[in-house]
């Protein structure tokens, strides 16, 4: 009943859509979105490379806080005065799906663009129906001040040992603060911190797939480990870091107050016009020399269809258009750090970006541990690790407690598919 | 006129239809908006969804918030950390206010409507540019509060108070007295300002001067507004919410430390971040905020209000 409602909709939509050709006026989509540092962008680059090609369509990126995203969109939703184009987190948009409030995109011209492993954030649990076109992943490793390395005379660690060999130096040093990070937004925490070094103690996809099959606990030795790793990292944060937020660190490690800062690839663009210093990037260093490394590289934003769109056709042609190799190439290059999804290889000129890219070659990638069917239930696995990993940087948990209690709230909902 | 006179004459009780006229728009508009959505909520804490329909559950949602220990820790911690809340408010807000408004009502004060104005004009801001500036005073990389403190020599006291859970509620409580400690002063102002010169003058007479005339005289002559700020301050800290989220966020942290029922509410209502929305749950949690907001005020209404002696002059 609620699909046959659906599909009138939409065909009352798309012969009022055409009604509207025939008056040859322009129409207008609607892009909700979580990505406002990213408006700039939308309005110089994109949109304008789309309507250039497609005449009569306009097109209007409209961002909200990326905290307040996900509840401001469900309202939305719920009330029908949503924008015509969503954009989609990964994994979760799947409830969305399921209350029919994104569209099947399975047969969308352009989506053979990407691959299964691509796909797979927006597509249901037997991967029968995709509901978001891929656009891009994001990597997590550590930016580095290269002028504050080269004065101190550092190397760039590839080993944990490594690691904090030059954090000791640099803070010996104390001209740099060691590492920008703050506890006080607790996201910092958990996604910089637990998710960007974890792959490597976990070892990515094996260790990740066999905490959903419930093969592997939290309180497993590999899953505790990466606790209690951050947990060592308190001497090395700026003075005060418990009231540091987000914000406060990307300026401290920008201003050239600090020296390293653990990072997710979506800095680079904000960083290359703020830092007036020469920045290098490495991957989470590995526990012994020789270890395969692992990272997160992790499918970060999609775009859907709603399906109570007045002007689904326009839309379509825009997702089309977002699956080209044209848009990944302009994306990737205007957004240095969100590496494009598309089969068709990118060229980039960032040489950070680069950088960040090159180690999808020597690591095994995986995605956020926490993403995938563990955060459906209450209490939520993401939002309870970055309250825990904040508690064990700030020293007031200890890794095994935290990780017990992760486990804990796990296991009352969550029954691993036998 | 004539007619007027007539009809009274007349002795006739004609119905006084443009009563309920003028009263309808505001009845209408506060249903609209109030009592409609109130019933609403306690009736929607009765559902649940079940794939994608709503059934009727009873009291089942109570039973989880109360019943499940995670459900139930969340809310018992909140309702603490709440009733903290309060309780700063009520020691350090109300007794400020009315030491402020008994110094401004003081006739020897100079340049007392500066002072007024200037001690109210935090309680018209927004709570985002509170939230934002005292998140910035505070912050320990660019704050003024540690230059400050460094300043006198006593940069050792300096905490990043935001961040540490044994002082995050206290340091947000102090900044939301701050930001209303111009309404109790106001109140308390005009209620002694409408305290009758023969009384004080009667005070004088008999050698009652000073803080004992404030204590004896003025103080039980205020305490029916004392009363009324208690009671808005219960109601605005048990709704409150709209500090903590900016200067906190809606996790309320550090691990839960600030969370109040208002943020917790607003989590589990909309959702935050990977978790999705739960509006039955959420309007449980709303109900609950009701009925403890009801029981207070009943409280009040029915056992001190009606104890407090009135003075008629």
């Not at chain 1, 480990?225 to 009231?243: I, N, Q, R, S, V």
Request: hydrophobic share 45%; with cysteine; glycine share 8%.
């Amino acid at each position: 009943m609620k699909h046959r409602l659906l599909t009138g909709l939409l065909m009352a939509s798309s012969i009022l859509g055409s009604a509207g050709i025939a008056l040859a006026q322009d129409k207008t989509l609607t892009i909700e979105s979580w990505r406002n540092d990213d408006l700039a962008i939308w309005q110089e680059k994109l949109i304008p490379a789309f309507e250039a090609k497609n005449p009569g369509i306009k097109v209007t990126f409209s961002p909200s806080a990326p905290t307040e995203y996900n509840a401001a969109l469900n309202a939305k939703l719920d009330a029908g005065s949503a924008g015509d184009l969503i954009t989609c987190r990964p994994f979760t948009s799947i409830d969305l799906y399921g209350k029919g409030q994104l569209a099947d995109l399975t047969a969308l011209p352009g989506m053979e663009n990407f691959s299964d492993v691509a796909k797979s954030a927006w597509q249901t649990d037997d991967g029968k129906a995709t509901f978001c076109v891929p656009m891009a992943s994001v990597i997590h490793g550590f930016i580095y001040n290269k002028e504050a390395f080269d004065k101190l005379g550092i190397a760039v660690p590839a080993t944990e040992e490594e690691f904090f060999a030059a954090l000791d130096k640099i803070k010996a040093d104390g001209t740099y603060i060691p590492m920008a990070m703050g506890t006080k937004d607790l996201w910092e925490a958990a996604t910089m911190g637990y998710q960007n070094i974890g792959p490597n103690y976990w070892k990515g996809e094996e260790g990740r797939l066999a905490l959903i099959k419930g093969e592997q606990k939290l309180t497993d030795a590999d899953w505790v480990a990466p606790f209690a790793t951050l947990a060592k990292w308190k001497p090395y944060l700026g003075d005060g870091f418990e009231a540091q937020s987000y914000p406060d660190s990307q300026n401290l490690f920008t201003l050239g107050r600090a020296a390293i800062f653990p990072a997710g690839s979506w800095e680079i663009s904000t960083f290359n016009t703020q830092a007036q210093f020469k920045m290098g990037a490495f991957p989470p260093p590995v526990q012994k020399a020789g270890d395969t490394c692992y990272i997160s590289d992790h499918t970060d934003i999609g775009l859907g269809l709603n399906p109570k769109s007045a002007n689904a056709d326009a839309a379509k042609a825009f997702l089309s258009w977002v699956a080209s190799p044209e848009f990944a190439t302009i994306y990737a290059n205007a957004l240095p750090g969100f590496f494009s999804l598309n089969s068709a290889p990118v060229k980039m000129e960032d040489p950070l970006a680069q950088e960040f890219v090159s180690w999808r070659e020597k690591c095994k990638p995986t995605i956020r541990s926490t993403y995938q069917i563990l955060s459906r239930g209450t209490p939520n696995l993401e939002n309870e690790t970055w309250v825990k990993s904040a508690n064990v940087i700030n020293g007031t948990e200890t890794p095994e407690a935290a990780a017990a209690e992760l486990q804990k709230g796990l296991d009352s909902w969550f029954k691993p598919a036998k | 006129m004539s007619e007027q006179s007539l009809e009274h004459s007349q002795d006739k009780r004609p119905t006084r239809w443009h009563i309920a006229v003028f009263l309808a728009p505001a009845l209408l508009v506060y249903t609209a908006v109030m009592i409609l959505p109130l019933f609403g909520t306690l009736q929607l804490s009765l559902f649940r969804s079940i794939d994608n329909v709503q059934v009727f559950t009873g009291l089942e949602n109570f039973r989880t918030l109360f019943g499940d220990p995670r459900w139930s820790n969340s809310f018992w911690n909140a309702l603490g950390n709440n009733t903290w809340f309060f309780i700063i408010h009520m020691l350090v807000q109300n007794p400020i206010g009315i030491l402020l408004a008994a110094l401004l009502s003081s006739p020897k004060l100079r340049f007392s409507a500066f002072y007024r104005t200037a001690i109210f004009i935090p309680t018209i801001l927004s709570f985002v540019i509170v939230g934002f500036a005292w998140k910035l005073i505070l912050s320990p990389l660019w704050g003024v509060a540690p230059n400050l403190l460094d300043m006198v020599g006593l940069k050792s006291l300096f905490v990043p108070w935001l961040g540490k859970e044994e002082y995050a509620l206290t340091a947000l409580s102090l900044i939301s007295v701050w930001q209303f400690v111009g309404i109790p002063m106001m109140l308390i102002y005009a209620a002694m300002l409408s305290i009758p010169e023969e009384v004080i003058e009667a005070a004088e007479c008999d050698g009652v001067t000073g803080f004992s005339q404030f204590w004896k005289i003025k103080l039980p002559l205020i305490l029916p507004s004392i009363g009324i700020i208690s009671i808005l301050t219960f109601v605005g800290n048990f709704n409150a919410f709209d500090l903590i989220y900016s200067a906190q966020g809606a996790l309320a942290g550090p691990n839960y430390a600030t969370d109040i029922l208002g943020t917790f509410l607003y989590r589990t209502f909309f959702g935050f971040q990977l978790q999705t929305g739960d509006p039955n749950m959420g309007a449980t949690i709303a109900s609950m905020m009701f009925f403890i907001i009801l029981t207070g005020v009943c409280v009040y209404l029915f056992l001190i209000q009606t104890r407090l002696r009135r003075y008629q002059f």
